[in-house]
């Protein structure tokens, strides 16, 4: 969240989250999937960031749609902007596609997706790979390796491993299909194969196996303690398992997202395999198999999309053949990957001599090194930025607003409704397929009628502008400009009654800070505190007073009051008694 100090200092660049901080915004997008991932992806603070920061250069690094709507926006190539994505299927996104040519800066992770787009006739799309840090990732020697097979029974195995988020893009039952037909051919075999991830999302992996009449030794799984952040290599034997390590109950779980293993750990893993597949139906890059060769482990993957570019005769790769399948509802097309070319690359790297596999491996090695380095990489990138042109330009735009009186026509379905309200109420256009469209699909056929999600969608335009408006309002312009530095800020939001009782400490006030001025923020008519001379000046409750953070100032405001009063808000909140260490007491405690 924007002013998070936890996230804007954890790393070594300025940090700024992508969510509003207000309360009222974040229930709004909470009730939308749409708004809310794109609020996630920083749609809602993004023109307020590039106005603040006043940046030469815009890089948006994410998937395409995490940028829709970018192009339209009143800074968009004011400054260099750049867009570095991953464009993984065919047809190519179609807002990519359609927006390239306002891109001026424009790079695909992936040789596929500039390739595409170049024969759309986009082409000044480049090809810029994604870097990959080659500290972390290296052979072992068998010293350090032998010990870790012996350690989970492994050392006379075949590991065949796959890390990977458990995502349904990841084509586990090609891989187990392929095991399949290697254990009919030979049933007694050696080999196992290692799948580095988490078994409670994605596919049901103990399905897949029962189906396949898997027996569980053949498929190894890593487990992990968040507690004492040991791990293992077994088969799976469910979740939430008592720590053999440090003994904590039910700590040990397979590794996931938010739980899993360092990299110095990961790279025993990668070591420990004999071999890596990576079978799946699309995907940006696929960072695993760079990971993989970099261990010099022979590796095979799917020959479509991201794939290409690491089962070449350069990389060493091992291409696996697939069939076109279309995806539903997006229509792309993707790759099913081919079992029996599985089976082929296994039976390929179990045939090759332990010269070939050492060539083959640090032959890969060799090619991530070449093409996907920090170093290689990090040094395109500056000489992308070193060519890009001065820029002249004042940051002075002003945020769309959005039109809450918009009235959609009656005879219409729900689809055309939806997208009515998206388009004309908050000018934000949806497909079939976004989430925010199918939610409220949903809801219409479900709990609520038209005249709720019309007053939904009316509620969010009418908040937006009101944000819009108070951020055109100079606040600095209504206080003296001789008394900075000497201001008091008292904040009454209550009835009057309550309001004239609280001025009979406006006195007092007075007295603790005499050489400043009192500002009084107030609801309640000007003319019933109008005769109180230790007020300063009596202005209306501006909706942009929302916490005391706004008037004290902080990480993402200007200090206009030194001390700032605010008496309706929540007394615990620490922020509230902090007032820039500048307050006095009037009470005295021996």
């Known amino acids: 969240m924007r002013g998070d100090p936890n996230a804007e200092n954890s790393s070594p660049w300025r940090v700024v989250g992508t969510l509003p901080n207000d309360p009222q915004r974040l229930e709004q997008l909470n009730q939308d999937p749409t708004l809310a991932q794109k609020a996630s992806y920083g749609h809602e603070t993004i023109d307020q960031l590039i106005e603040e920061e006043k940046p030469d250069i815009f890089v948006g690094i994410e998937d395409y749609w995490a940028f829709s709507g970018f192009t339209k926006k009143p800074w968009w190539n004011k400054i260099n902007c750049m867009i570095w994505t991953t464009l993984d299927s065919i047809p190519i996104f179609s807002e990519a596609a359609q927006e390239a040519k306002n891109v001026k800066y424009f790079y695909s992770w992936a040789s596929f997706g500039a390739a595409?787009?170049?024969?759309?006739?986009?082409h000044h799309v480049g090809h810029l790979r994604g870097s990959i840090s080659d500290q972390e990732f290296y052979k072992l020697d068998d010293e350090r390796i032998n010990p870790?097979?012996?350690?989970?029974?492994?050392?006379?195995?075949?590991?065949?491993?796959?890390?990977?988020?458990?995502?349904?893009?990841?084509?586990?039952?090609?891989?187990?299909?392929?095991?399949?037909?290697?254990?009919?051919?030979?049933?007694?075999?050696?080999?196992?194969?290692?799948?580095?991830?988490?078994?409670?999302?994605?596919?049901?992996?103990?399905?897949?196996?029962?189906?396949?009449?898997?027996?569980?030794?053949?498929?190894?799984?890593?487990?992990?303690?968040?507690?004492?952040?040991?791990?293992?290599?077994?088969?799976?034997?469910?979740?939430?398992?008592?720590?053999?390590?440090?003994?904590?109950?039910?700590?040990?779980?397979?590794?996931?997202?938010?739980?899993?293993?360092?990299?110095?750990?990961?790279?025993?893993?990668?070591?420990?395999?004999?071999?890596y597949a990576h079978p799946f139906t699309s995907g940006g890059q696929e960072i695993p198999i760079q990971e993989a060769m970099l261990t010099e482990t022979p590796s095979a993957c799917t020959n479509y999309s991201c794939g290409v570019d690491f089962c070449n005769e350069e990389s060493g790769g091992i291409p696996l053949s697939w069939a076109e399948f279309v995806e539903f509802p997006t229509r792309f097309k993707k790759a099913s990957t081919d079992p029996l070319s599985i089976v082929e690359a296994i039976e390929k790297v179990m045939g090759w001599s332990p010269e070939k596999y050492s060539q083959i491996g640090k032959k890969s090695r060799k090619y991530i090194l070449d093409n996907y380095s920090t170093e290689v990489i990090g040094s395109k990138v500056e000489e992308i930025f070193d060519n890009m042109p001065d820029?002249?330009?004042?940051?002075?735009?002003?945020?769309?607003?959005?039109?809450?009186?918009?009235?959609?026509?009656?005879?219409?379905?729900?689809?055309?409704?939806?997208?009515?309200?998206?388009?004309?109420?908050l000018k934000t256009e949806v497909t079939d397929t976004d989430e925010g469209y199918l939610h409220w699909m949903q809801?219409?056929?479900t709990d609520l009628k038209r005249p709720d999600v019309f007053n939904y969608f009316k509620s969010v335009a009418t908040t937006h502008n009101n944000e819009v408006e108070q951020k055109t309002f100079e606040f600095e312009s209504i206080l003296d400009k001789d008394d900075e530095g000497r201001r008091i800020a008292i904040v009454l939001k209550n009835e009057p009654s309550a309001c004239l009782i609280s001025s009979y400490f406006f006195k007092d006030v007075s007295k603790q800070y005499p050489d400043h001025n009192i500002y009084l923020f107030s609801e309640v008519p000007p003319n019933l505190l109008m005769g109180n001379r230790f007020i300063h000046k009596i202005l209306p409750l501006y909706p942009c007073i929302k916490d005391i953070e706004f008037l004290e100032g902080g990480p993402n405001n200007k200090r206009f009051f030194n001390v700032a009063y605010m008496p309706h808000l929540e007394p615990s909140l620490l922020k509230n008694y902090a007032h820039n260490d500048l307050d006095e007491s009037s009470l005295c405690i021996k």
């Open 116 to 122: 595409e787009l170049n024969k759309l006739g986009h």
């Open 148 to 275: 870790i097979k012996s350690k989970f029974n492994l050392q006379d195995s075949f590991i065949i491993g796959f890390v990977f988020r458990n995502q349904l893009r990841k084509t586990i039952p090609s891989l187990l299909d392929a095991l399949n037909i290697l254990n009919t051919k030979k049933p007694n075999n050696n080999i196992k194969v290692l799948l580095h991830t988490n078994w409670k999302e994605g596919w049901d992996i103990k399905a897949l196996m029962s189906e396949r009449s898997i027996p569980d030794h053949q498929i190894l799984t890593t487990y992990v303690c968040p507690k004492c952040k040991d791990y293992s290599i077994n088969p799976f034997v469910g979740h939430d398992v008592n720590c053999p390590s440090c003994g904590t109950e039910k700590s040990v779980n397979t590794v996931s997202i938010v739980d899993g293993v360092f990299d110095y750990q990961l790279n025993e893993i990668y070591n420990i395999m004999d071999m």
């Open 443 to 445: 809801r219409l056929q």
């Open 391 to 425: 820029i002249n330009y004042n940051f002075n735009f002003n945020k769309v607003k959005m039109n809450p009186l918009y009235a959609p026509p009656d005879n219409v379905d729900d689809s055309t409704f939806i997208k009515l309200l998206y388009g004309n109420i």
